[in-house]
């Protein structure tokens, strides 16, 4: 698709569209729905709480946010997104132009993101976490190394596949490590559970594999793990009471092949947050992975609208934007795009791209023919 190029410099609503098909795209209006749903709901929920990221949970006692509003932490326009949106934009771009799971591919768009904004809401990268940066930097660190040894330069590495770079040799594309547990890989989770829908126990897999770009921890790879199930469930329309039951995981075992969730994230899928009373009882918007799935999953377990609780996600405080956009990806996903408020829909900056994009996941995923090679990942 080429008018997803990360050589594209122009900004996201700059950007031509083209869509899909009216008929691919009547295939199953509610799943359709969903996938919308769950792309607009961590792009609504991350500039819900762009103004106010970083704020302490007294401030919003004080100070409640209600509405999506604009300035704040990075001066941004009410309805504009952070780096939790780029960097699920560009997750979607890749599968999206590479029609396949390509982790070199994401790792460039990441990169031209960090770089050049690319598939930012400015034009340039303002928010971007520890983690991430450091491992983008490791990432272009390899490129130059591998360059230098192949006699090409970066920009021509930038333009292959993932496929091709192996077959020059041995590269490496996971540029984290054990301890880097932040909820930078669970922020911009949603595309690959969305694309490879069809195939639940690929997409659980994949989940982790995107996580493990750039956060190492196992926390960090079970968690996108465990979301990837949650939101697959929703796509499917399944009843809430039956995707936050806490025998959700043990019930669906097979799916996560040989490796168990983590203890403390294992103790999340049990309900953990279903016996806490809020940020009293412990329920913290951090960036440490745990802590923010968990307060993502008890905003829409307490709440019975999308709005009420993208709201309760951001009034915990702190990593405002991306408890609220791991929350919209789930909550996205269950209501449906047609459940999220229209006024907040309305105001997010650049929404027919991300609807575009949505209904490209959503074409191709209903396309995507699982190979040999995934059939023996699953299978491990």
Known sequence: MEFLSFDDRRLPHEMELFQPSPLELSVDRDKLNRFVGSMV????????????????????????IVDMIGGGTWGLPAG?????????????????????????????????WYQQGYLSSVGRCFDIG??????LNIFQSRQNQFAYRLRFNERQLDQFSWKQIQGYGEFDVNCSSEGVAGNGALMRLAPIPL????????????AGRSARLTHGDRKAIDACRFYAALILSALHGHPKHFILRPDFYDSHRKLFGRMDLHPEILQ?????????????????????VVQALEAALWAFYTTNSFEQGALAAVNLGDDTD????????????????NQIDSKWKDKLYARQLIVCMSQWLFTLANKYQMSTDEQSIIYY
């Open 268 to 288: 999340i899928a049990r309900g953990s947050y279903q016996r806490k009373i809020g940020y009293e009882g412990g329920i913290r918007g951090s960036g440490y």
């Open 41 to 64: 709901g961590l792009a609504v929920g991350d500039a819900l709480g762009a103004s106010s990221e970083f704020r302490s949970h007294e401030y919003f006692v004080r100070n409640p």
């Open 322 to 337: 991306t408890t609220a956009a791991i929350y919209g990806q789930l909550a996205g996903a269950f209501y449906g795009c």
């Open 195 to 206: 694309f490879f829908y069809r195939y639940p126990q690929l997409a659980i897999e994949y």
């Open 130 to 135: 520890n983690a991430i940066k450091q491992s």
């Open 80 to 112: 504009y997104w952070t780096d939790d949106t780029s960097m699920a934009l560009c997750l979607a771009s890749s599968l999206i132009t590479m029609k396949i799971y390509d982790p070199y591919n994401q790792m460039v768009r990441y990169k031209r």
